[in-house]
């Protein structure tokens, strides 16, 4: 279903029941005959009674009336269970709704949101639009053609007793506009205080180690109870004004009665109304109970709906990634043994690309460029904050250049479909997600037709088939929430095998062994080392291992690259690189120690901001044989 921005919540409302019309329709026609054979079936038991009086054969009545009540039973039920499924179907199709355009939704739109609210958004809200859409949008069309009729009769009996009816009916209508609006505004807020609660608990309950060891359960508590107690107080709130447009509605009622017996006792008695009329009219008034009860419910119930619409319309206005790109001729791919693609030329290529997060905010890239030669490892180095990750979430599109163009084989990232340019990309993120699960569901995420063979594959490079060959059922053992019953280095092989299970032609490593010992570090340097032959890998390098083995290392700083190189070349002649280094403790078995530069007040400031950037102290090999680059390409 898609909706505008601009429409109305009642017609986003209109718009969640349509598709669900009919089995409305068909739904409160079935209810309402049922109703009428309810109605019917006093005066056939009369008729019962009259034949027993009569000594007359009861069959007929009794088979009528059994039929009445069997049949007026079975019809309203199935009319109800109609409307019910009409219910379920109007919450099914909003969640589907809400769900894809949740997942569709841009990374750093979904990075401003609070996940526990947009949770309560698809879930509590939706369960609201439940009666909303159905039963009350039934009630609100019934009442009011109901009403409409009935006054209609009315002023055909009598214009005078009409007019007084009138009266009263349109003076509680003016004070249900007074109350309605503030249902609908108490329902709002009783759901956004709801959302905030929601959004409490997966922030307590996502960071629950650290919230019990900081000893903040009580204060964690306090805030959500105040979210609870806010959301109590809003719905108490919607439930007074609720009962208040109750009250209009039985006093709209009582006072018509009392004015019409006034009224129309008068008249009687003058002679100017025959009594007959006003009992007839006092019946109709009898009757106008049921279609005033059921508007004030019906739009009181569509007051609190609309605010859950309206809740549920700003999630679906976020902004979406485009679903797809302008067609290009995509590069022909060239399957390698392990799944990448050969290519030639710059497998990735930024030109002059500046961007910052927020409009306001400072720039974090400031006309970078770069080429990344395809196959081969790069490495991207430079102290903390720079935008080294940054980097990677252009590629992926998790957000926009403000300016400058991004190439991936050739092919501005624009101009690829989305899903084709994120199937070429295998991205290991720097906290290693892993998901609720078993790890073979982990491992599946990005290539769910990834055969045994394929996964037994990864598993080996990852250098994960002793942790899966420990675990009681294997792969198929469950890995808790957010992967909590393994290691930090484990959740790291994990996303490392995850990401090369989908044989990308880039891979994009974010400090991805960063928590690994240093002998499977070791080795699995060497599985990427070798992956680096035929695919091209980009790494934000966390070690100083990582570093020497690159063919090309990207220093990047004050949102561009300042100097790129191989180690010996950029160790003798950038700054800021011999001072990363220098923090490194390199061995002296692998490299010949660089003098200790003099230190700038610059170098100074990058030393303490990288203090923790390169913690490990493996020694390796340097990579041959580097490709030399020494400065950053131009555009
Ligand atoms: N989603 C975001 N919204 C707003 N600002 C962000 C966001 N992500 C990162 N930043 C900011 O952008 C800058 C670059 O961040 P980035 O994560 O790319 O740095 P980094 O070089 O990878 O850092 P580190 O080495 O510490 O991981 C930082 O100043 C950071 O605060």
Not at 258 to 272: C, I, K, Y
Not at 296 to 310: D, E, K, P, T
Not at 336 to 365: H, I, N
Not at 533 to 547: D, M, N
Request: charged share 20%; glycine share 10%.
């Amino acid at each position: 279903m898609t909706t505008a921005a601009h429409d109305s919540p009642f017609r986003r409302l209109l718009g969640h029941a349509r598709p669900h019309r009919s089995t409305l329709a068909v739904g409160a026609v079935l209810t309402t005959a049922g109703a009428l054979t309810e109605l019917a079936q006093p005066l056939v038991a009369k008729s019962v009674v009259d034949a027993l009086a009569a000594d007359e054969s009861m069959l007929r009545p009794v088979l009528l009336l059994a039929l009445l009540v069997l049949g007026g039973a079975v019809v309203g039920a199935f009319g109800r269970f109609l409307m019910e499924r009409a219910a379920e179907g109007v919450v099914l199709t909003a969640r589907r709704g809400l769900i894809a355009r949740l997942l569709r939704l841009r990374v750093d739109v979904l990075d401003r949101q609070q996940p526990g609210d947009l949770i309560s958004r698809v879930t509590a809200d939706t369960t609201l639009l439940r009666s909303a859409a159905t039963s009350h949008l039934v009630e609100v069309g019934v009442g009011t053609v109901s009403l409409t009729g009935m006054l209609v009769l009315m002023a055909r009996l009598d214009l005078v007793l009409f007019l007084v009816v009138l009266g009263v009916v349109v003076l509680i209508g003016g004070c249900s506009l007074f109350v309605v609006p503030r249902i609908g505004q108490a329902g709002r807020q009783a759901q956004e205080a709801l959302g905030e609660l929601g959004a409490g608990l997966e922030r307590v309950l996502g960071a629950f180690r650290t919230v019990k060891a900081a000893g903040a359960e009580h204060h964690e508590a306090a805030a959500l109870n105040d979210a609870a107690a806010r959301a109590w107080r809003r719905g108490v709130l919607a439930a007074r004004w609720g009962a208040v447009a109750g009250v209009a509605g039985g006093l709209a009622v009582q006072l018509s009665f009392l004015s019409v017996l006034g009224v129309g006792g008068t008249r009687v008695a003058s002679g100017t109304l025959p009594v007959s009329s006003l009992i007839a009219f006092l019946l109709y008034l009898f009757y106008l109970v049921a279609p005033i009860h059921q508007l004030v419910s019906g739009i009181s119930g569509l007051q609190i709906g609309m605010a859950a619409v309206r809740r549920m319309g700003e999630l679906e206005d976020l902004a979406q990634e485009p679903t797809h790109a302008p067609a290009a001729p995509p590069t022909a791919p060239d399957r390698t043994s392990t799944g990448g693609t050969r290519t030639s030329g710059a497998a990735v290529r930024f030109r002059e690309v500046g961007f910052r997060y927020d409009e306001t905010g400072p720039a974090v890239l400031d006309d970078i460029s770069f080429d990344i030669p395809a196959n081969g490892l790069t490495a991207v180095v430079g102290p903390s904050g720079v935008g080294k990750s940054t980097l990677f979430a252009l590629l992926e599109r998790f957000c926009e250049p403000d300016s400058g163009s991004i190439e991936v084989d050739g092919r501005n990232v624009r101009d690829w479909p989305l899903p084709e340019l994120r199937r070429v990309i295998g991205l290991v993120e720097q906290d290693a997600p892993v998901l609720a699960g078993t790890l073979r569901d982990n491992l599946l995420l990005a290539a769910n037709d990834a055969t045994d063979q394929e996964i037994e594959r990864v598993v080996g490079l990852a250098r994960l088939t002793s942790l899966v060959d420990r675990l009681p059922n294997g792969l198929d053992t469950p890995v808790g929430h957010r992967g909590t019953t393994l290691s930090g280095g484990q959740r790291q092989r994990v996303a490392i095998a995850r990401a090369l299970l989908r044989r990308p032609r880039l891979l994009l490593l974010d400090e991805a062994t960063s928590q690994l010992d240093a002998l499977n570090e070791l080795e699995l340097r060497d599985a990427i080392a070798d992956i680096s032959r035929t695919t091209t890998v980009l790494v934000v390098a966390h070690r100083l291992s990582t570093v020497t083995r690159a063919h090309q290392i990207l220093v990047l700083d004050q949102g561009r690259v300042r100097a790129s190189g191989t180690h010996e070349e950029l160790a003798r002649t950038d700054d800021l690189y011999r001072v990363l280094s220098s923090t490194q403790m390199l061995g002296p078995d692998s490299h010949p120690p660089h003098p200790r530069p003099e230190r700038t007040p610059l170098m100074r400031r990058a030393a303490t901001a990288v203090g923790v950037l390169f913690a490990g102290t493996v020694t390796l090999p340097a990579a041959a044989p580097p490709p030399s680059r020494r400065t950053a390409p131009g555009p």
